[in-house]
Nanobody, 123 residues
Framework: VQLQASGGGLVQAGGSLRLTCVAS????????MGWFRQAPGKEREFVAG????????LYADSVKGRFTISRDNAKNTVYLQMNSLNPEDTAVYYC?????????????????WGQGTQVTVSS
């Protein structure tokens, strides 16, 4: 199983980025997919999640209204559109897969992880 995250980079405050996570290695139709982030010196935290099969989504309060998670089942790909970025969004962003369709924000509930992509927002 592989989760390949990409799309990070350096952006100015107020800008946008779109992260991509391509999943491969097995069928993910029953999974819940999540994006997490870890800033320097901080614990990894949940950002957003989406069910492969259902349309349910879940967001951390800190990103509601700014970030949008979506999926393309045909491409086994999950996206995280990030708008109105601010320096507090600077972190390494990880995609993860949970082998259940029920949403969870606890990283311990996720079974597979990608390698992470760096997002840096300058002020």
């Amino acid at each position: 199983v592989q989760l390949q995250a990409s799309g990070g980079g350096l952006v100015q405050a107020g800008g946008s980025l779109r992260l991509t996570c391509v999943a491969s290695g097995r069928t993910f139709s029953s999974d819940f997919m999540g994006w997490f982030r870890q800033a320097p010196g901080k614990e990894r935290e949940f950002v957003a999640g989406i069910s492969w099969t259902y349309s349910s989504t879940l967001y951390a309060d800190s990103v509601k209204g700014r970030f949008t998670i979506s999926r393309d089942n045909a491409k086994n790909t999950v996206y995280l559109q990030m708008n109105s970025l601010n320096p507090e969004d600077t972190a390494v962003y990880y995609c993860a897969a949970r082998s259940r369709f029920s949403p969870r924000t606890d990283e311990r509930a996720y079974d597979y992880w990608g390698q992470g992509t760096q997002v840096t927002v300058s002020s």
